[in-house]
Structure formats: structure tokens, C-alpha cells
């Protein structure tokens, strides 16, 4: 009857890569409302297992059933967390800012994409200004993944980083003010970008919609986002779903040059 407690190497290699995965998926959907959910399931595939090792061949089946049909339930309703793991686990082990493969990786040193002294300047002076007039804003800094299918809902710039410029479009009678601005390491690419709002719980009830914004994008890409309060001249540099309060402008410039060197 115990014959099932007797563990082998393999068996200790397969406990660990679910653990590690079990982990991944944690660290993703931590915070938001899928945890409670993935909870029950991990509660129910453990309460499955146990059933079947205590030989209860009809509860475990019915059970079995029930988590094999709700396997596409769980498709749609993980489909923002799926979409995230893959995009983390593609961008971190497989590609390169530039495309490069794993195996040209394996070939060569990895080359790291770096923001310019004059650019980053440009962008985190202008947060400044901003944030002592408090004009509200939302500037997304992208990395790898493809932004295009958001850069057009906006208004195509393709220019050279220019804190003047940034200012201007923020501008509350800007006709550009109202959305994000995507721009790259080297240019500002488009303006007034519409992003997907977050639905995390956890986002304080006092930050508004740019704020939901800023950690949708975050959440759906490998983007990061700073974000001026209209409201308290604050601002938050937001990556991987999490905001982070800024205390100072040194602060967000070693914040930005580190999001562009990793």
C-alpha cells in the first residue's frame, strides 16, 4: 500500500522542476486575483493525488474529470499570467534585445543595450519639471518585446529624445497628452498610445488610471513605465507589474540606466 513512498533520484529531479514551476507561476500571479484561484486548483490536484494513492478509484476518477475538463477553463481565465511566463521565460533564456538566438548567444558575449547620458537626462529632467507643475504623464520604456500593436492606436513621432518635446505633449492642452509615450533607448516613437489597464487588486485606490495603465503594459510585456501624478506631482517607476515611489530623480535616472542594462 506504501509502495508509493519509495523515491528515487528521478523522482527527486521531478519534485524540484514542479517546485520551480510551481514557483514561477506563484512569483507571476502574486498580488493579483488569480492567486485565490490557482490556490484551489494546486489544492485540488494535491487532494487528487492523495486520493489516488490511497487507491479511491471513484472519487479520484470523478475528480480526474473534473481537472481535465477544467483545463481549457483555466486557459482563458490564465490567459494574461500564461502570456506573462512566456514572455519572461522567451526574453530571458532564449532571445536577445536585437533577436539574436540561443545558440548565437552561446557563440559570443551577450551585448547589452545602454541608454545615452544625454537621452536619459532628457527623459528624467522632464519627469522633474513635470512633476513640480503637476502635469500628468505616462512614458513607457521599451525593450524587447514588439510594442507596435500599441504604438498604433497613438500618433507616430519617430524622434530624437528631447525633454521640451516630452513636456509638450504632456501638456494638458496638448491634443497628444491623453495616453502613453513608447519611446526606445535612442528615440520617442509614438504619443498618445492607448495601454491595457491592469486588474491587479492590490494597485491603492488613490493612483488613477495611468497608474493601471502603467502596470497593465508592465504586466503584458517586458516594459518598463514611468508614471507623474496629475494629481500629487508623485512619481512611480513601475516594472513587472510593481510600482515603485521615486524619492528623488537620482533615484529614477539609476532606476531607467538599470532597466536598460539588464
Request: hydrophobic share 50%; glycine share 6%; aromatic share 6%.
Amino acid at each position: 500500500m506504501l509502495d508509493f513512498l519509495h523515491i528515487g533520484v528521478t523522482d527527486i529531479i521531478d519534485i524540484l522542476l514542479v517546485a520551480l514551476l510551481i514557483y514561477y507561476v506563484f512569483r507571476l500571479i502574486k498580488g493579483t486575483s488569480a492567486m485565490n484561484i490557482f490556490a484551489a486548483i494546486i489544492a485540488l490536484y494535491v487532494l487528487w493525488i492523495i486520493l489516488r494513492a490511497l487507491n479511491m478509484k471513484l472519487t479520484s476518477s470523478i475528480l480526474g474529470q473534473v481537472l481535465g475538463v477544467g483545463v481549457v477553463a483555466l486557459i482563458v481565465i490564465f490567459q494574461p499570467e500564461i502570456r506573462r511566463f512566456l514572455l519572461h521565460l522567451g526574453t530571458s533564456y532564449f532571445l536577445m534585445d536585437k533577436g539574436q538566438s540561443l545558440f548565437k548567444r552561446l557563440g559570443k558575449r551577450e551585448q547589452t543595450s545602454t541608454i545615452s547620458p544625454d537621452a536619459l537626462e532628457e527623459i528624467t529632467s522632464a519627469c522633474h519639471e513635470m512633476s513640480d507643475v503637476k502635469t500628468g504623464a505616462l512614458i513607457v520604456l521599451r525593450h524587447g518585446s514588439d510594442l507596435d500593436d500599441f504604438m498604433e492606436t497613438g500618433d507616430t513621432i519617430d524622434a530624437a529624445i528631447n525633454k521640451r518635446l516630452i513636456e509638450n505633449i504632456f501638456f494638458k492642452n496638448s491634443p497628444l497628452h491623453d495616453g502613453a509615450l513608447i519611446i526606445s533607448d535612442k528615440r520617442m516613437l509614438a504619443a498618445r498610445c492607448t495601454l491595457p489597464i491592469s486588474n491587479n487588486p492590490n494597485i491603492p485606490a488613490s493612483l488613477g488610471m495611468r497608474h493601471r495603465a502603467a502596470v497593465g503594459i508592465t504586466e503584458a510585456t517586458d516594459a518598463d513605465a514611468v508614471v507623474v501624478s496629475e494629481q500629487t506631482g508623485d512619481i512611480h517607476f513601475v516594472a513587472n507589474g510593481e510600482l515603485k515611489m521615486i524619492g528623488s530623480i537620482t533615484e529614477l535616472r539609476l532606476l531607467i540606466q538599470d532597466c536598460y542594462s539588464r
